[in-house]
C-alpha cells in the first residue's frame, strides 16, 4: 500500500524558514518523480514544487521560485521541501505527492503551515 | 502560464441524477487533463487522467471526455459518497488547477 507521511508543519513567523518532510513506503521511490501542492484554508490548490526521480532537475512556479527549494533522498525514501522566506500568503495545508507523467496520482495526508506574527 | 477555467462553481445535484463538470484551457493542453475529487477533510484523490482514463478503483460511472481546450467530468447515477468537490488540472505545461466544484446533494 503507497503511504506518503508529510511532517515539520507548524506556525512560523513571517520572514523564516521550515523543512519539510515526506516519508514514502508502498512503492520504489527512486522509480518516481515527487512533488509538493498546497491548498490554503478554503481554496483551491496549486503546485508548488516537482523533482525528477534521481533529484537531477528540480522546477517551480513563480510564486515560490527563489524562495523554496524541493529536495529528495533516496536512500531514505524521503521527499524535502525547504521554505525560506515565509509569507503570509504560503499559509496552507502542503501535500506531499507521486507524480506519474504529469498528474498526481497518490497524495499524503498533508501538514499545515501557518506563516503568522 | 495555461489558465482553468472551471465551472460551476458549485452544483446541487439529487441522488441518481447525471451531473457534469467542465473545465476550459486558455490555450490547447493536447488531453493533459486530470481530474480530482477532494472530500471534507481529506486530501484530493485522482479520479481520471490523460482526460479520459480512469484511475484504478474508480467507479466506472465517472468518467472524462473531451479535446483541446474543453474537457469535462461526468458522474452518472449520482451517489451520497459523490459528495464532495471536484477540481480539473492540466499538467500538458507545468500544472495548473482550475478552481474547483463544489457538489451537494439537493
Known amino acids: 500500500e503507497v503511504q506518503l507521511v508529510e511532517t515539520g508543519g507548524g506556525l512560523v513567523q513571517p520572514g523564516r524558514s521550515l523543512k519539510l518532510s515526506c516519508v514514502a513506503s508502498?512503492?520504489?521511490?527512486?522509480?518516481?518523480?515527487m512533488s509538493w501542492t498546497r491548498q490554503a484554508p478554503g481554496k483551491g490548490l496549486e503546485w508548488v514544487a516537482s523533482i525528477t526521480n534521481s533529484g537531477g532537475s528540480t522546477y517551480y512556479p513563480d510564486s515560490v521560485k527563489g524562495r523554496f527549494t524541493i529536495s529528495r533522498d533516496n536512500a531514505q525514501n524521503t521527499l524535502y521541501l525547504q521554505m525560506n522566506s515565509l509569507r503570509s500568503e504560503d499559509t496552507a495545508t502542503y501535500y506531499c505527492?507521486?507524480?506519474?507523467?504529469?498528474?498526481?496520482?497518490?497524495w499524503g495526508q498533508g501538514v499545515m503551515v501557518t506563516v503568522s506574527s | 502560464d495555461i489558465q482553468m477555467t472551471q465551472s460551476p462553481a458549485s452544483l446541487s445535484a439529487s441522488l441518481g441524477e447525471t451531473v457534469t463538470i467542465e473545465c476550459r484551457a486558455s490555450?490547447?493542453?493536447?488531453?493533459?487533463l486530470a481530474w480530482y475529487q477532494q472530500k471534507p477533510g481529506k486530501s484530493p484523490q485522482l479520479l481520471i487522467y490523460n482526460a479520459n482514463s480512469l484511475h484504478t478503483g474508480v467507479p466506472s460511472r465517472f468518467s472524462g471526455s473531451g479535446s483541446g481546450t474543453q474537457y469535462s467530468l461526468k458522474i452518472n447515477s449520482l451517489q451520497s459518497e459523490d459528495v464532495a468537490s471536484y477540481f480539473c488540472?492540466?499538467?500538458?505545461?507545468?500544472?495548473?488547477f482550475g478552481a474547483g466544484t463544489k457538489l451537494e446533494l439537493k
Open positions: 505527492t507521486i507524480m506519474a507523467l504529469g498528474y498526481f496520482d497518490y
Open positions: 488540472q492540466q499538467y500538458y505545461n507545468y500544472n495548473t
Open positions: 508502498g512503492f520504489t521511490f527512486n522509480n518516481y518523480w
Open positions: 490555450e490547447d493542453i493536447y488531453n493533459g
